[in-house]
């Protein structure tokens, strides 16, 4: 076999992991984003000053919130059940230890602190929540789209061939669910009035940047003979087209039907769409071919997978517009935002069971199709991981609150009255390396996507040692991520369209 032909075998045939080693990976971000924010408070409290080195930001910021996403992803993946237990340890050590400084200074009962802190305002126009979600989906995507080429990168963490839950399957649904969270009609202002079909127009001509970079893989690709699984997406579509089409058909349908109907159009995709699968040819159709010897002659055949899941993600789409209009709901303390984890956790749970149901009954898990069990996991499992934010964020409110002066960049901030922007307490902001991926973010998915494919190209990926691989890793995120702080420093956002 050629070494293109191995590369494709390499990733082909899987059936990814359980759904609970999916969510044991995926809790370690929040506990990352918890870690950093503790040791800066701690800082704080020990040094009297925050952290002002901009050097230093950005190492503490690689090291506690990338580093241990690529060891659990490659060589601490056998005991990956570890890795958060570790991680939430080490921050109730944190923790306790800015607590007991605390209460040498003033002896005030943890409950009462826990009833002041329920009364807290928070600054209302932001949800520091949406922007780590947004950020680390893109991080652990960069982070898979290369790892899975090397063989300490378990291959049940890749995408499964036809049925399965693998890391980078849930990956490709999050990244469609953290865009529809911020889509302008989810951000535009009910008292804005403007025409359904102006904003259909104006989302005509942002997509155009998608269309290009999809072109511009397809292009490469095909120009260099770059290995490529053909049963992901097909021949010639890729996860550009799919981003571009799926926003294009969102926007269509919320010009047509109310935003807060939202949720009733997914359903009613989903439900449909997977009804079609099982009562007609159309699921043989998408695993086989028209003529079940897997062809793929003429387009439609040749792409089927990236075409038809398109129905499926849609209905994750329109699904996570509902979610980003209820977030965006104005809440101004802590207690509100504790009634909308509780509810957004009972919504989850609500999912999984339907999950099972669904996979019970209907079909399992199929990132190939996007199926109905696909399009309940996708969106489960993000309202999961969202909620695990927001209770790192309130988390960290609370500890600022118990050093004076402390700040931590990316967070919530306490204000002094509803609605008002003015701080509970004055802090110095640091660099931080979330905000400067949020900045730029296609920038950043594209950067990886160059600089996986230039990777691939100059090495034998598949053969490599363990050393040389996390080696690569680490340069190939520590570069990626230094160029958008370097940006950001600069304020410097490369969005022109």
């Known amino acids: 076999m050629s070494q293109k032909h191995l590369k494709?075998?390499?990733?082909?045939?899987?059936?990814?992991?359980?759904?609970?080693?999916?969510?044991?990976?995926?809790?370690?971000?929040p506990l990352c984003v918890l870690c950093r924010g503790?040791?800066?408070?701690?800082?704080?409290?020990?040094?009297?000053?925050?952290?002002?080195?901009?050097?230093?930001?950005?190492?503490l910021d690689f090291v506690v919130l990338v580093v241990p996403l690529l060891f659990s992803c490659t060589v601490l993946s056998p005991v990956l059940f570890l890795v958060p237990a570790v991680l939430?340890?080490?921050?109730?050590?944190?923790?306790?230890?800015?607590?007991?400084?605390?209460?040498?200074?003033?002896?005030?009962?943890?409950?009462?602190?826990?009833?002041?802190?329920?009364k807290v305002y928070l600054d209302p126009h932001c949800v520091p929540a949406i922007t780590m979600f947004r950020v680390y989906v893109n991080v652990l995507t960069s982070i898979s789209i290369l790892a899975v080429d090397f063989p300490q990168f378990p291959r049940r963490y890749a995408k499964a061939e036809t049925y399965g839950t693998g890391a980078m399957d849930l990956g490709v649904g999050a990244f469609i669910f953290g865009n529809a969270l911020v889509c302008p009609e989810v951000r535009q202002r009910a008292s804005v009035m403007q025409s359904r079909f102006s904003s259909l127009a104006k989302q005509l001509f942002a997509i155009w940047p998608l269309v290009v970079l999809g072109v511009g893989r397809l292009l490469s690709v095909k120009s260099i003979e770059y290995h490529e699984h053909t049963s992901e997406y097909g021949v010639h579509w890729n996860f550009f087209f799919t981003l571009a089409l799926v926003r294009l058909a969102a926007s269509l349908l919320l010009t047509i039907f109310p935003k807060n109907k939202s949720w009733i159009v997914a359903v009613t995709l989903a439900v449909l769409y997977q009804l079609t699968l099982n009562v007609t040819s159309l699921k043989t159709f998408v695993l086989h071919g028209s003529n079940g010897k897997d062809t793929r002659t003429g387009f439609l055949n040749a792409n089927r997978e990236g075409l038809l899941s398109l129905f499926g993600y849609l209905a994750i789409y329109m699904a996570s517009v509902q979610v980003g209009l209820y977030l965006l709901k104005r809440r101004d303390s802590v207690r509100d935002w504790m009634g909308a984890v509780c509810l957004l956790l009972l919504a989850a749970l609500v999912?999984?069971?339907?999950?099972?149901?669904?996979?019970?009954?209907?079909?399992?898990?199929?990132?190939r199709m996007a199926?109905?069990?696909y399009c309940l996991w996708v969106i489960a499992h993000c309202l999961t991981f969202f909620v695990s934010f927001v209770v790192a964020?309130?988390?960290?409110?609370?500890?600022?609150?118990?050093?004076?002066?402390?700040?931590?960049?990316?967070?919530?901030?306490?204000?002094?009255?509803?609605?008002?922007?003015?701080?509970?307490?004055?802090?110095?902001?640091?660099?931080?390396?979330?905000a400067a991926v949020n900045k730029n973010q296609l920038l950043f998915f594209l950067l990886a996507n160059v600089m996986t494919g230039v990777v691939n190209v100059m090495m034998d990926t598949m053969h490599s040692k363990a050393a040389v691989t996390l080696c690569i890793l680490h340069l190939y995120m520590f570069l990626n991520c230094f160029i958008m702080y370097i940006l950001h420093a600069k304020n410097i956002a490369l969005k022109f369209w």
């Open 8 to 29: 494709e075998a390499f990733v082909s045939n899987l059936n990814g992991t359980s759904l609970l080693e999916v969510s044991l990976g995926t809790a370690v971000a």
């Open 38 to 59: 503790l040791l800066l408070v701690l800082c704080r409290q020990h040094r009297g000053e925050p952290l002002r080195s901009r050097t230093r930001s950005l190492l």
């Open 88 to 118: 939430a340890a080490f921050c109730v050590g944190i923790f306790s230890t800015i607590y007991q400084q605390r209460q040498r200074d003033t002896r005030v009962p943890f409950r009462q602190m826990v009833k002041d802190f329920q």
């Open 351 to 367: 999912l999984f069971v339907f999950l099972h149901v669904s996979q019970a009954h209907a079909d399992p898990v199929s990132r």
């Open 371 to 373: 199926n109905l069990s």
């Open 393 to 434: 964020d309130l988390t960290l409110v609370f500890t600022k609150l118990l050093v004076k002066g402390s700040a931590v960049p990316s967070c919530w901030r306490a204000v002094k009255a509803p609605g008002s922007r003015e701080p509970w307490q004055a802090g110095a902001e640091h660099s931080c390396l979330i």
